[in-house]
């Protein structure tokens, strides 16, 4: 077992690493916690040559779990406000909806469809993966066996065909 320097060493670690992927200070001490204790449940030995890496890696894939799960959340969270405007009463907010704003929501959603059909298929592969999925870019990547650069270029081509298709 490592001597308590190595392991408040290995600790700090840990922690500035998930500060610099943007982890509040508490929020990185209980991913650093949870590592810990995900990798002693899984039997590793802290002296073993692989249990640092190991050990970020368990900590990264904590991180991106609870990124995944606020990300949801606030999706949820919009989703609700945006079903509790539109179910509020009417007459205080806007008595109905223009007549013609329907259509341009339809004329809009009609072109958005096109434009994604017709975009090449690893790049709507990308879009749909990030925007439907929730897929983070390294996701994506490692998904379409590309680089998250090739990631980042498929996205930015999807969106700005997106909003030529709305500019049409």
Not at 19 to 34: I, K, L, P, T
Not at 111 to 140: D, W
């Amino acid at each position: 077992m490592r001597s308590d320097p190595d392991l408040g060493r290995l600790r700090g670690d840990l922690m500035a690493y998930l500060r610099r992927r943007d982890q509040g200070a508490v929020d990185a001490e209980d991913v650093v916690q949870e590592a810990f204790l995900r990798f002693q449940k899984a039997g590793h030995d802290l002296s073993a040559s692989d249990a640092r890496p190991l050990l970020f890696v368990i900590a990264r894939n904590i991180q991106f779990d609870r990124w995944k799960v606020a990300a949801r959340e606030a999706r949820r969270s919009t989703a609700d406000d945006v079903y509790a405007l539109d179910a509020g009463p009417r007459a205080v907010s806007h008595p109905s909806p223009r007549a013609d704003q329907g259509l341009i929501d339809r004329q809009n959603l009609a072109a958005a469809s096109v434009a994604i059909r017709n975009m090449p298929p690893k790049t709507r592969q990308a879009f749909l993966l990030h925007r439907f999925e929730g897929c983070t870019y390294r996701q994506i990547a490692g998904r379409l066996g590309i680089s998250v650069s090739m990631v980042e270029k498929h996205i930015a081509e999807a969106l700005r065909r997106l909003k030529e298709s709305q500019d049409d």
